[in-house]
């Protein structure tokens, strides 16, 4: 059985061998929209709540956008225009427009890259910034909130006098599923909040996790950050597999969110009927699996899928290597799970430990293998499990590992995947 698996730009096509019990889980999405800027115009001007971009915008003389950074497949260059029209014709001037980059606390966006997030033609003529988690002088102090946590957002995006995002909806590990306020908190905000909204309170509780949002405790968080930042509007999409647009949700963002997550989790939600043995997925392709800090994802919506003792085995190209330099430090010098979770018990959160304190709650329920070549041997010597080299022998070593009888889940598209057993 061939099968091509989302790995960097081109993937790889694997045979797996006959004879086993296989699971295909693919996404499911509604077909592409015949004519998406068709549907973009229509949300802006007729959204699901709230009044349209173009009434908002009236008498207005700024507006700040926030959008995806390069590791999220948004598809800006196509809905850009259309908003940037509206705020012109409403009275804002170009110049007094500005695009911010979510990147939370990512590295910053190059040149070349911002011309791939926002468009060349947007990106020579709008102003666009990268946020500076790390620069607690461009962020401004709000306040905190009832549970205690300091919001910091970056000031370029609170001085407009309208505040807008551009994202799109994806099942996501802490928050249930992406987009809206997310593009406020972390991807706008200053280090000291994303560290506390990534803090073990949220991170240890079983309902931040994929698929999981009315009761979600960092949900509830960060849409109260959003709105502590007067979050006016948002535009969010949901994409085909190829990441095309299948659906256009825009307006009030609390609402407009609301509306998109419940149709995607109606239309991407598989149910399994008892836990897999084994798991077999990646990283999603790029951009998504650029890092093996990104990559984590495609372990940690397998850990829905498998039985307790299961395997999973991750694919990853990770053509940029770790991740930041705070995150490849701990992964470096933490050669066990249970030694990183020691030591992280009863400290200040340290930026990125929760992407490997999430891990460790996947390696705790199961044995995980990775194949991700574009990380260098001082840093996969230490990684939770066997490492293999390259993706064909690592998934014939893995089939190898498991028993003749094994129930076998294979998940081509990684964390774009979004199933459970019941």
């Not at 509604?30 to 009044?51: H, K, M, W, Y």
Request: proline share 7%.
């Amino acid at each position: 059985m061939q099968i091509e698996f989302a790995f960097g730009k081109q993937g790889v096509s694997i045979d797996l061998p006959e004879g086993r019990d296989y699971r295909v889980l693919k996404s499911i999405s509604a077909p592409p929209l015949a004519n998406p800027v068709t549907a973009i115009e229509t949300a802006l001007d007729q959204p699901a709540s709230g009044p349209s971009i173009t009434e908002l915008a009236k008498g207005k003389r700024t507006a700040a956008i926030s959008v995806c950074d390069i590791t999220r497949p948004a598809p800006n260059p196509i809905v850009l225009p259309p908003l940037l029209k509206r705020l012109e014709a409403a009275g804002i001037p170009r110049e007094g427009i500005r695009i911010m980059i979510a990147t939370g606390l990512h590295r910053g966006a190059t040149d070349d890259e911002i011309k791939q997030i926002v468009g060349e033609q947007i990106a020579g003529s709008y102003a666009v910034f990268n946020h500076d988690a790390r620069n607690r002088d461009q962020h401004r102090h709000l306040g905190t909130t009832k549970s205690g946590t300091p919001v910091w957002i970056d000031e370029r995006f609170l001085s407009a006098d309208l505040h807008l995002s551009l994202g799109f909806i994806e099942p996501h590990l802490m928050l249930g599923f992406s987009g809206g306020r997310k593009l406020v908190a972390p991807g706008l905000a200053a280090q000291e909040t994303i560290k506390e909204i990534h803090s073990s309170r949220f991170m240890r509780d079983p309902r931040a996790t994929e698929g999981s949002i009315d009761d979600n405790p960092l949900h509830a968080e960060l849409l109260e950050i959003a709105t502590m930042a007067r979050h006016d509007f948002l535009i969010d999409v949901s994409l085909t597999p190829d990441r095309r647009i299948a659906q256009v949700f825009a307006g009030e963002p609390k609402a407009a969110h609301r509306k998109g997550y419940e149709w995607v989790r109606a239309s991407l939600m598989q149910t399994l009927d008892y836990g897999m043995d084994a798991v077999i997925t990646t990283g999603g392709g790029y951009p998504l699996d650029m890092t093996y800090y990104q990559c984590i994802k495609g372990i940690t919506a397998a850990a829905h899928m498998v039985k307790p003792g299961g395997k999973i085995l991750l694919l990853g190209e990770c053509q940029e290597g770790v991740g930041a330099p705070e995150f490849s430090k701990m992964v470096a010098e933490y050669s066990t799970d249970d030694a990183f979770m020691r030591a992280i018990e009863g400290v200040p959160v340290t930026v990125d430990q929760w992407q490997l304190e999430k891990l460790a709650l996947a390696t705790a329920k199961a044995e995980v293998g990775f194949c991700l070549p574009g990380i260098a041997k001082e840093y996969s010597r230490n990684f939770w499990g066997p490492v293999y080299d390259q993706p064909r022998t690592a998934v014939s070593a893995f089939l190898e590992s498991l028993p003749a009888n094994a129930r076998i889940a294979v998940v081509p598209e990684g964390p774009y995947v979004l199933a459970q057993t019941r």
